[in-house]
Protein backbone atom coordinates (compact mmCIF):
# COMPACT_ATOMS: atom_id res chain seq x y z
CA UNK A 1 0.00 0.00 0.00
CA UNK A 2 2.76 2.37 1.23
CA UNK A 3 4.34 2.08 -2.47
CA UNK A 4 1.04 2.99 -4.06
CA UNK A 5 1.36 6.14 -2.36
CA UNK A 6 4.86 7.06 -2.20
CA UNK A 7 3.90 6.57 -6.33
CA UNK A 8 1.03 9.30 -6.55
CA UNK A 9 3.57 12.43 -6.68
CA UNK A 10 5.54 10.93 -9.62
CA UNK A 11 2.54 9.35 -11.49
CA UNK A 12 1.08 13.21 -11.19
CA UNK A 13 4.21 14.50 -12.59
CA UNK A 14 3.80 11.79 -15.16
CA UNK A 15 7.46 10.52 -14.50
CA UNK A 16 6.63 7.11 -13.80
CA UNK A 17 10.50 5.41 -15.26
CA UNK A 18 12.19 8.24 -13.05
CA UNK A 19 10.24 7.51 -9.97
CA UNK A 20 10.83 3.79 -10.24
CA UNK A 21 14.56 4.10 -10.74
CA UNK A 22 14.37 6.32 -7.50
CA UNK A 23 12.50 3.69 -5.86
CA UNK A 24 15.08 1.25 -6.63
CA UNK A 25 18.39 1.03 -4.95
CA UNK A 26 21.28 1.89 -7.91
CA UNK A 27 23.03 -0.76 -9.52
CA UNK A 28 20.51 -3.57 -9.46
CA UNK A 29 18.59 -5.35 -12.35
CA UNK A 30 16.46 -3.80 -14.32
CA UNK A 31 18.46 -6.06 -16.98
CA UNK A 32 16.52 -9.23 -17.37
CA UNK A 33 17.27 -12.56 -16.36
CA UNK A 34 18.57 -15.63 -18.92
CA UNK A 35 15.80 -17.76 -19.32
CA UNK A 36 15.69 -21.16 -20.83
CA UNK A 37 18.87 -22.85 -19.72
CA UNK A 38 19.53 -26.32 -20.60
CA UNK A 39 22.54 -28.49 -20.33
CA UNK A 40 23.87 -30.37 -23.96
CA UNK A 41 26.51 -33.21 -22.77
CA UNK A 42 27.77 -35.48 -25.75
CA UNK A 43 30.59 -37.61 -25.14
CA UNK A 44 31.81 -36.12 -21.79
CA UNK A 45 31.52 -32.28 -23.15
CA UNK A 46 29.48 -30.01 -21.16
CA UNK A 47 27.61 -27.17 -22.78
CA UNK A 48 25.21 -24.83 -20.79
CA UNK A 49 22.90 -23.08 -22.86
CA UNK A 50 20.32 -20.14 -22.46
CA UNK A 51 18.10 -17.74 -24.84
CA UNK A 52 19.92 -14.04 -25.37
CA UNK A 53 18.67 -11.60 -23.69
CA UNK A 54 18.24 -8.58 -26.11
CA UNK A 55 18.91 -5.12 -25.08
CA UNK A 56 18.44 -3.03 -28.67
CA UNK A 57 21.86 -1.53 -29.68
CA UNK A 58 24.34 -3.30 -27.16
CA UNK A 59 26.13 -5.93 -26.20
CA UNK A 60 24.88 -7.72 -23.20
CA UNK A 61 27.42 -9.95 -21.43
CA UNK A 62 26.92 -13.18 -19.01
CA UNK A 63 28.63 -14.77 -16.10
CA UNK A 64 28.44 -18.48 -15.32
CA UNK A 65 28.92 -20.03 -12.15
CA UNK A 66 28.64 -23.49 -10.59
CA UNK A 67 28.46 -25.40 -7.25
CA UNK A 68 29.22 -28.95 -6.79
CA UNK A 69 27.18 -31.26 -4.32
CA UNK A 70 30.22 -30.74 -2.48
CA UNK A 71 29.91 -26.82 -2.12
CA UNK A 72 25.83 -26.92 -2.36
CA UNK A 73 26.20 -29.53 1.35
CA UNK A 74 28.86 -27.73 3.04
CA UNK A 75 29.94 -24.33 2.15
CA UNK A 76 25.97 -23.46 0.75
CA UNK A 77 27.18 -20.12 -0.09
CA UNK A 78 30.21 -20.88 -2.28
CA UNK A 79 29.91 -20.42 -5.88
CA UNK A 80 32.60 -20.69 -8.29
CA UNK A 81 32.94 -18.76 -11.46
CA UNK A 82 33.14 -20.83 -14.67
CA UNK A 83 36.60 -21.20 -16.33
CA UNK A 84 35.73 -19.93 -19.41
CA UNK A 85 32.81 -17.96 -19.28
CA UNK A 86 33.19 -14.55 -17.03
CA UNK A 87 31.67 -12.25 -19.17
CA UNK A 88 31.53 -13.80 -22.65
CA UNK A 89 29.16 -12.36 -24.89
CA UNK A 90 28.08 -15.97 -26.51
CA UNK A 91 24.97 -17.37 -25.26
CA UNK A 92 26.76 -20.71 -24.60
CA UNK A 93 29.31 -22.22 -22.17
CA UNK A 94 31.72 -25.11 -22.17
CA UNK A 95 31.97 -26.69 -18.71
CA UNK A 96 33.64 -29.66 -19.46
CA UNK A 97 36.91 -28.65 -17.44
CA UNK A 98 34.12 -27.47 -14.07
CA UNK A 99 32.48 -30.44 -14.21
CA UNK A 100 34.80 -33.24 -13.15
CA UNK A 101 33.56 -35.43 -10.76
CA UNK A 102 30.72 -37.35 -11.13
CA UNK A 103 27.90 -35.69 -8.80
CA UNK A 104 24.98 -32.82 -8.95
CA UNK A 105 26.30 -29.66 -10.17
CA UNK A 106 24.19 -26.80 -10.10
CA UNK A 107 24.03 -23.77 -12.57
CA UNK A 108 23.66 -20.59 -12.88
CA UNK A 109 23.54 -17.40 -15.32
CA UNK A 110 23.33 -13.78 -15.13
CA UNK A 111 23.71 -10.98 -17.40
CA UNK A 112 25.50 -7.88 -17.46
CA UNK A 113 25.16 -4.75 -19.34
CA UNK A 114 27.49 -2.06 -18.14
CA UNK A 115 26.94 -1.67 -14.44
CA UNK A 116 23.87 -3.20 -14.68
CA UNK A 117 23.44 -7.07 -13.60
CA UNK A 118 20.36 -9.36 -13.78
CA UNK A 119 19.57 -11.52 -10.95
CA UNK A 120 20.83 -15.06 -11.30
CA UNK A 121 19.07 -17.53 -13.41
CA UNK A 122 19.49 -20.96 -11.94
CA UNK A 123 19.52 -24.20 -14.29
CA UNK A 124 16.04 -26.19 -12.83
CA UNK A 125 17.91 -29.58 -12.11
CA UNK A 126 21.40 -30.04 -11.49
CA UNK A 127 23.59 -31.88 -14.19
CA UNK A 128 25.19 -34.74 -13.47
CA UNK A 129 27.59 -36.04 -16.05
CA UNK A 130 26.59 -39.40 -16.11
CA UNK A 131 23.74 -38.64 -18.01
CA UNK A 132 25.81 -37.47 -20.54
CA UNK A 133 25.00 -38.99 -24.37
CA UNK A 134 27.48 -41.97 -25.70
CA UNK A 135 27.53 -42.44 -29.29
CA UNK A 136 29.33 -45.28 -31.10
CA UNK A 137 33.17 -44.53 -32.09
CA UNK A 138 33.83 -43.50 -35.13
CA UNK A 139 36.10 -45.50 -36.17
CA UNK A 140 38.61 -46.27 -39.28
CA UNK A 141 39.55 -49.44 -39.93
CA UNK A 142 42.25 -50.72 -42.82
CA UNK A 143 44.69 -53.57 -43.80
CA UNK A 144 48.49 -53.49 -43.88
CA UNK A 145 49.38 -56.50 -45.63
CA UNK A 146 47.84 -59.29 -43.91
CA UNK A 147 47.42 -56.94 -40.80
CA UNK A 148 44.21 -55.58 -39.51
CA UNK A 149 44.30 -52.34 -38.04
CA UNK A 150 42.03 -50.05 -36.49
CA UNK A 151 42.31 -46.24 -35.73
CA UNK A 152 39.55 -44.78 -33.45
CA UNK A 153 38.42 -41.34 -32.71
CA UNK A 154 40.18 -38.97 -29.91
CA UNK A 155 37.37 -38.56 -27.61
CA UNK A 156 40.20 -37.31 -24.79
CA UNK A 157 41.84 -39.39 -21.47
CA UNK A 158 38.32 -40.26 -20.01
CA UNK A 159 37.25 -42.64 -23.04
CA UNK A 160 38.78 -46.00 -23.59
CA UNK A 161 37.43 -48.20 -26.00
CA UNK A 162 36.01 -52.10 -26.61
CA UNK A 163 36.91 -53.72 -29.94
CA UNK A 164 35.49 -56.98 -31.49
CA UNK A 165 36.60 -58.42 -34.11
CA UNK A 166 36.00 -62.26 -36.11
CA UNK A 167 36.17 -63.63 -39.27
CA UNK A 168 33.14 -63.06 -41.24
CA UNK A 169 32.52 -66.89 -41.64
CA UNK A 170 32.40 -67.47 -38.15
CA UNK A 171 30.24 -64.53 -36.27
CA UNK A 172 30.18 -66.44 -33.23
CA UNK A 173 33.79 -66.56 -32.48
CA UNK A 174 34.73 -62.85 -31.38
CA UNK A 175 37.42 -61.57 -29.93
CA UNK A 176 37.89 -58.79 -27.48
CA UNK A 177 40.93 -56.45 -27.52
CA UNK A 178 41.02 -52.69 -24.93
CA UNK A 179 42.06 -49.63 -26.84
CA UNK A 180 43.45 -47.84 -23.86
CA UNK A 181 42.80 -43.90 -26.43
CA UNK A 182 41.90 -43.19 -29.67
CA UNK A 183 43.77 -41.07 -32.54
CA UNK A 184 46.26 -44.38 -32.63
CA UNK A 185 46.55 -46.69 -35.00
CA UNK A 186 46.42 -50.50 -33.39
CA UNK A 187 47.52 -53.50 -34.50
CA UNK A 188 44.44 -56.04 -34.04
CA UNK A 189 45.17 -59.41 -35.75
CA UNK A 190 47.09 -60.64 -38.85
CA UNK A 191 44.65 -62.26 -40.92
CA UNK A 192 44.61 -65.45 -42.84
CA UNK A 193 44.89 -65.31 -46.72
CA UNK A 194 41.18 -65.18 -48.64
CA UNK A 195 39.01 -64.41 -45.17
CA UNK A 196 37.05 -61.69 -44.52
CA UNK A 197 37.32 -59.96 -40.83
CA UNK A 198 34.89 -57.67 -39.54
CA UNK A 199 35.40 -55.11 -36.33
CA UNK A 200 33.08 -53.00 -34.32
CA UNK A 201 33.51 -51.00 -31.35
CA UNK A 202 32.50 -48.91 -28.26
CA UNK A 203 33.48 -46.20 -25.68
CA UNK A 204 33.51 -46.85 -22.19
CA UNK A 205 33.71 -43.89 -19.85
CA UNK A 206 34.62 -45.98 -17.04
CA UNK A 207 35.12 -42.58 -14.30
CA UNK A 208 30.76 -43.11 -15.11
CA UNK A 209 30.65 -46.52 -15.45
CA UNK A 210 29.00 -46.37 -19.17
CA UNK A 211 29.25 -47.45 -22.74
CA UNK A 212 28.18 -46.26 -25.77
CA UNK A 213 26.42 -48.63 -28.24
CA UNK A 214 28.61 -50.99 -30.72
CA UNK A 215 29.49 -49.06 -34.00
CA UNK A 216 28.14 -50.50 -37.37
CA UNK A 217 30.40 -53.72 -37.91
CA UNK A 218 33.44 -52.91 -40.93
CA UNK A 219 34.16 -55.45 -42.81
CA UNK A 220 37.69 -56.24 -44.85
CA UNK A 221 38.58 -58.98 -47.02
CA UNK A 222 42.44 -60.00 -47.59
CA UNK A 223 43.74 -61.36 -51.01
CA UNK A 224 44.56 -65.16 -51.66
CA UNK A 225 48.10 -65.35 -52.38
CA UNK A 226 49.06 -65.23 -55.78
CA UNK A 227 46.66 -67.39 -58.31
CA UNK A 228 48.47 -70.19 -59.83
CA UNK A 229 48.83 -69.05 -63.52
CA UNK A 230 50.59 -65.76 -61.93
CA UNK A 231 53.11 -68.10 -59.81
CA UNK A 232 53.93 -70.50 -62.80
CA UNK A 233 54.33 -67.56 -65.14
CA UNK A 234 56.39 -66.22 -62.41
CA UNK A 235 58.95 -69.59 -62.13
CA UNK A 236 59.20 -69.51 -65.00
CA UNK A 237 60.24 -66.49 -65.57
CA UNK A 238 62.71 -66.75 -62.53
CA UNK A 239 64.33 -69.62 -64.47
CA UNK A 240 65.16 -67.76 -68.05
CA UNK A 241 66.62 -65.43 -65.68
CA UNK A 242 68.91 -68.18 -64.21
CA UNK A 243 69.88 -69.06 -67.64
CA UNK A 244 69.79 -65.40 -69.34
CA UNK A 245 72.48 -63.50 -66.49
CA UNK A 246 75.64 -66.22 -66.70
CA UNK A 247 75.60 -65.91 -70.26
CA UNK A 248 74.95 -61.75 -70.44
CA UNK A 249 77.81 -62.00 -67.70
CA UNK A 250 79.94 -64.18 -70.27
CA UNK A 251 79.55 -61.93 -72.93
CA UNK A 252 80.02 -58.85 -71.31
CA UNK A 253 82.98 -59.93 -70.03
CA UNK A 254 84.24 -61.37 -73.64
CA UNK A 255 83.00 -57.51 -74.36
CA UNK A 256 85.19 -56.11 -72.03
CA UNK A 257 88.29 -58.60 -73.19
CA UNK A 258 87.92 -57.84 -76.56
CA UNK A 259 88.38 -53.81 -75.52
CA UNK A 260 90.38 -53.81 -73.35
CA UNK A 261 93.09 -56.63 -74.34
CA UNK A 262 92.03 -57.45 -78.44
CA UNK A 263 94.53 -60.43 -79.47
CA UNK A 264 96.41 -59.77 -82.69
CA UNK A 265 95.25 -62.07 -85.18
CA UNK A 266 96.90 -61.89 -88.52
CA UNK A 267 94.56 -62.16 -91.63
CA UNK A 268 95.01 -66.02 -93.38
CA UNK A 269 96.42 -64.70 -96.47
CA UNK A 270 99.85 -63.58 -94.11
CA UNK A 271 99.83 -66.39 -92.30
CA UNK A 272 103.03 -68.55 -93.15
CA UNK A 273 103.50 -72.27 -92.77
CA UNK A 274 106.14 -73.59 -90.35
CA UNK A 275 108.94 -74.12 -93.51
CA UNK A 276 110.03 -71.46 -95.99
CA UNK A 277 107.37 -72.63 -99.31
CA UNK A 278 107.53 -71.19 -102.78
CA UNK A 279 104.07 -69.81 -102.79
CA UNK A 280 104.30 -68.39 -106.18
CA UNK A 281 103.82 -71.62 -108.72
CA UNK A 282 106.03 -70.31 -111.51
CA UNK A 283 105.94 -71.26 -115.24
CA UNK A 284 108.77 -73.50 -116.31
CA UNK A 285 111.07 -70.25 -117.64
CA UNK A 286 110.35 -68.33 -114.38
CA UNK A 287 111.53 -71.29 -112.07
CA UNK A 288 114.77 -70.10 -111.86
CA UNK A 289 113.63 -66.78 -111.05
CA UNK A 290 111.49 -68.29 -108.78
CA UNK A 291 113.37 -70.30 -107.45
CA UNK A 292 115.10 -67.29 -105.90
CA UNK A 293 112.71 -66.06 -104.47
CA UNK A 294 111.56 -67.76 -101.21
CA UNK A 295 109.26 -66.79 -98.63
CA UNK A 296 110.23 -65.72 -94.91
CA UNK A 297 108.38 -66.58 -91.99
CA UNK A 298 107.02 -63.97 -89.97
CA UNK A 299 109.59 -64.51 -87.18
CA UNK A 300 112.47 -64.61 -89.56
CA UNK A 301 111.01 -61.33 -91.59
CA UNK A 302 111.06 -59.54 -87.93
CA UNK A 303 114.83 -60.48 -87.37
CA UNK A 304 115.50 -59.04 -90.43
CA UNK A 305 113.76 -56.04 -90.52
CA UNK A 306 114.81 -55.35 -86.58
CA UNK B 1 36.35 -94.14 13.14
CA UNK B 2 36.70 -91.56 15.91
CA UNK B 3 40.19 -90.50 14.53
CA UNK B 4 38.22 -90.09 10.88
CA UNK B 5 35.50 -88.13 12.46
CA UNK B 6 37.82 -85.71 13.99
CA UNK B 7 39.30 -85.76 10.90
CA UNK B 8 36.45 -84.46 8.66
CA UNK B 9 35.51 -82.06 11.93
CA UNK B 10 38.62 -80.23 11.29
CA UNK B 11 38.74 -80.75 7.54
CA UNK B 12 34.57 -78.45 7.62
CA UNK B 13 36.58 -76.02 10.50
CA UNK B 14 39.16 -75.23 8.15
CA UNK B 15 37.24 -74.50 5.44
CA UNK B 16 34.64 -72.10 7.14
CA UNK B 17 37.35 -70.22 8.84
CA UNK B 18 39.46 -70.08 5.34
CA UNK B 19 36.10 -68.55 3.46
CA UNK B 20 35.67 -66.01 6.37
CA UNK B 21 38.97 -65.28 5.51
CA UNK B 22 38.99 -64.91 2.01
CA UNK B 23 35.40 -62.74 2.57
CA UNK B 24 37.45 -60.30 4.81
CA UNK B 25 39.88 -60.48 2.21
CA UNK B 26 37.74 -59.50 -1.02
CA UNK B 27 38.50 -55.48 -1.39
CA UNK B 28 35.98 -52.91 -1.44
CA UNK B 29 37.70 -51.40 -4.47
CA UNK B 30 37.15 -47.59 -5.26
CA UNK B 31 37.01 -48.16 -9.34
CA UNK B 32 37.74 -44.81 -10.15
CA UNK B 33 40.95 -43.41 -11.50
CA UNK B 34 42.58 -41.07 -9.40
CA UNK B 35 45.40 -39.79 -11.91
CA UNK B 36 43.55 -36.94 -12.45
CA UNK B 37 43.22 -35.90 -8.94
CA UNK B 38 46.72 -36.16 -9.02
CA UNK B 39 46.85 -34.20 -11.81
CA UNK B 40 44.99 -31.42 -10.55
CA UNK B 41 46.59 -31.40 -7.07
CA UNK B 42 50.12 -31.28 -8.80
CA UNK B 43 48.75 -27.75 -10.40
CA UNK B 44 48.05 -25.97 -7.04
CA UNK B 45 50.93 -28.12 -4.87
CA UNK B 46 53.64 -25.48 -5.13
CA UNK B 47 50.66 -23.01 -3.79
CA UNK B 48 49.20 -24.92 -0.84
CA UNK B 49 52.08 -26.06 0.30
CA UNK B 50 54.04 -22.44 -0.07
CA UNK B 51 51.20 -21.04 2.27
CA UNK B 52 52.74 -24.30 5.18
CA UNK B 53 54.07 -22.79 8.14
CA UNK B 54 55.14 -25.87 10.09
CA UNK B 55 57.56 -27.78 7.95
CA UNK B 56 58.50 -30.00 11.29
CA UNK B 57 55.16 -31.34 11.81
CA UNK B 58 53.20 -33.84 9.66
CA UNK B 59 49.87 -34.75 10.30
CA UNK B 60 48.64 -37.73 7.90
CA UNK B 61 52.57 -39.11 8.94
CA UNK B 62 53.07 -41.24 5.74
CA UNK B 63 55.88 -43.43 6.81
CA UNK B 64 54.35 -44.46 9.96
CA UNK B 65 50.26 -44.43 9.63
CA UNK B 66 49.26 -45.49 5.69
CA UNK B 67 52.32 -47.16 4.98
CA UNK B 68 51.67 -50.04 7.76
CA UNK B 69 47.82 -50.43 6.87
CA UNK B 70 47.15 -54.09 6.29
CA UNK B 71 45.30 -54.83 3.10
CA UNK B 72 42.11 -55.98 5.21
CA UNK B 73 41.90 -52.05 6.99
CA UNK B 74 42.13 -50.41 3.89
CA UNK B 75 38.27 -50.16 2.76
CA UNK B 76 38.04 -48.41 6.48
CA UNK B 77 40.61 -46.20 6.41
CA UNK B 78 39.89 -45.00 3.25
CA UNK B 79 36.05 -44.45 4.70
CA UNK B 80 37.23 -42.43 7.62
CA UNK B 81 40.41 -40.44 5.69
CA UNK B 82 38.12 -39.25 2.91
CA UNK B 83 35.59 -38.67 5.81
CA UNK B 84 38.87 -36.59 7.36
CA UNK B 85 38.78 -33.73 4.72
CA UNK B 86 35.87 -34.14 3.51
CA UNK B 87 33.94 -33.03 7.09
CA UNK B 88 37.34 -30.76 8.33
CA UNK B 89 39.95 -30.01 6.18
CA UNK B 90 38.28 -28.08 3.21
CA UNK B 91 35.57 -26.81 5.34
CA UNK B 92 38.42 -25.81 7.15
CA UNK B 93 40.16 -24.09 4.16
CA UNK B 94 38.68 -20.72 2.75
CA UNK B 95 40.43 -19.98 -0.70
CA UNK B 96 40.04 -17.15 -2.52
CA UNK B 97 42.11 -17.76 -5.61
CA UNK B 98 39.66 -18.94 -8.01
CA UNK B 99 42.18 -21.31 -9.65
CA UNK B 100 43.09 -23.24 -7.11
CA UNK B 101 39.13 -22.80 -5.69
CA UNK B 102 38.53 -25.04 -9.19
CA UNK B 103 40.86 -27.66 -8.38
CA UNK B 104 40.17 -28.22 -4.56
CA UNK B 105 36.31 -28.46 -5.80
CA UNK B 106 37.10 -30.84 -8.06
CA UNK B 107 39.46 -33.21 -5.80
CA UNK B 108 36.30 -32.84 -2.76
CA UNK B 109 33.32 -33.60 -5.26
CA UNK B 110 35.39 -36.44 -6.26
CA UNK B 111 36.13 -37.65 -2.52
CA UNK B 112 32.21 -37.28 -2.42
CA UNK B 113 31.85 -39.75 -5.19
CA UNK B 114 34.08 -41.81 -3.22
CA UNK B 115 32.74 -41.95 -0.07
CA UNK B 116 29.00 -43.18 -2.28
CA UNK B 117 31.03 -45.82 -3.54
CA UNK B 118 32.30 -47.03 -0.26
CA UNK B 119 28.90 -46.54 1.09
CA UNK B 120 27.51 -49.68 -0.83
CA UNK B 121 30.43 -51.92 0.59
CA UNK B 122 29.71 -50.43 3.74
CA UNK B 123 25.73 -51.18 3.31
CA UNK B 124 27.11 -55.09 2.06
CA UNK B 125 29.11 -55.45 5.73
CA UNK B 126 32.41 -55.23 3.58
CA UNK B 127 34.00 -52.39 5.48
CA UNK B 128 34.49 -53.90 9.18
CA UNK B 129 36.75 -51.37 11.13
CA UNK B 130 39.26 -53.16 13.42
CA UNK B 131 40.80 -51.03 16.24
CA UNK B 132 44.28 -50.64 14.65
CA UNK B 133 42.29 -48.88 11.41
CA UNK B 134 40.48 -46.51 14.74
CA UNK B 135 43.36 -45.75 16.02
CA UNK B 136 45.31 -44.59 13.17
CA UNK B 137 42.82 -42.34 11.50
CA UNK B 138 41.99 -41.19 15.35
CA UNK B 139 45.99 -40.34 15.52
CA UNK B 140 45.29 -37.70 11.98
CA UNK B 141 42.42 -36.16 14.02
CA UNK B 142 44.76 -35.67 17.27
CA UNK B 143 47.33 -34.21 14.89
CA UNK B 144 45.04 -31.71 13.44
CA UNK B 145 43.63 -30.80 16.53
CA UNK B 146 47.31 -30.03 17.68
CA UNK B 147 47.53 -27.09 15.21
CA UNK B 148 45.18 -23.80 14.77
CA UNK B 149 42.89 -24.30 12.59
CA UNK B 150 43.70 -22.85 9.50
CA UNK B 151 47.51 -23.98 9.57
CA UNK B 152 46.13 -27.92 9.95
CA UNK B 153 43.59 -27.23 6.98
CA UNK B 154 46.13 -25.97 4.78
CA UNK B 155 48.96 -28.65 6.04
CA UNK B 156 46.42 -30.97 5.53
CA UNK B 157 46.23 -29.87 1.80
CA UNK B 158 49.37 -30.18 1.17
CA UNK B 159 49.55 -33.99 1.98
CA UNK B 160 46.95 -34.76 -0.09
CA UNK B 161 49.49 -36.16 -2.76
CA UNK B 162 50.23 -38.59 0.22
CA UNK B 163 46.87 -39.37 0.39
CA UNK B 164 45.89 -39.80 -3.36
CA UNK B 165 49.41 -42.08 -3.72
CA UNK B 166 47.59 -44.15 -0.86
CA UNK B 167 44.63 -44.14 -2.59
CA UNK B 168 46.12 -45.08 -6.28
CA UNK B 169 48.26 -48.04 -4.37
CA UNK B 170 45.45 -49.74 -2.41
CA UNK B 171 42.94 -49.32 -4.87
CA UNK B 172 44.47 -50.99 -7.66
CA UNK B 173 42.07 -53.26 -9.78
CA UNK B 174 44.42 -56.57 -9.21
CA UNK B 175 42.02 -59.44 -9.62
CA UNK B 176 38.50 -59.96 -9.68
CA UNK B 177 37.25 -59.23 -5.75
Given at each position: MWFFYALIPCLLRAHLSACLSALIPDG???LPAPQNLSVHSTNMKHFLMWSPVIVPGETVYYSVEYQGEYERLYLSDVWIPSSWCSLTEKTECDLTEDITATVPYSLHVRATLGSQTSAWSTLTHPFNRNSTILTPPWMDVTKDGFHLVIELED???QFEFLVAYWRRESATKEHIKMVRSGGIPVHLVTMEPGAAYCVKAQAVVKAIGRHSAFSQAECIEVQEALPLALALFAFVGFMLNLVAVPISIWKMGQLLRYSCCPVVVLPNTLKITSSPQKLISCRKEEVDACAMTTVLSSEELFRTWI | MKVQCAALWLLAAALILSSVHTRGLRKCL????THHLEESFQEIKRAIQAK?????????SASETLQSIKPSDVCCVTKNLLAFYVDRVFKDHRELNPHILRKISSIANSFLYMQKTLQRCQEQRRCHCRQEATNATRSVHENYDQLEVHSAAVKSLGELNVFLAWIAKNHQEISAA
Amino acid sequence: MWFFYALIPCLLRAHLSACLSALIPDGVAILPAPQNLSVHSTNMKHFLMWSPVIVPGETVYYSVEYQGEYERLYLSDVWIPSSWCSLTEKTECDLTEDITATVPYSLHVRATLGSQTSAWSTLTHPFNRNSTILTPPWMDVTKDGFHLVIELEDLGPQFEFLVAYWRRESATKEHIKMVRSGGIPVHLVTMEPGAAYCVKAQAVVKAIGRHSAFSQAECIEVQEALPLALALFAFVGFMLNLVAVPISIWKMGQLLRYSCCPVVVLPNTLKITSSPQKLISCRKEEVDACAMTTVLSSEELFRTWI
Amino acid sequence: MKVQCAALWLLAAALILSSVHTRGLRKCLISMDTHHLEESFQEIKRAIQAKDTFQNVTILSASETLQSIKPSDVCCVTKNLLAFYVDRVFKDHRELNPHILRKISSIANSFLYMQKTLQRCQEQRRCHCRQEATNATRSVHENYDQLEVHSAAVKSLGELNVFLAWIAKNHQEISAA
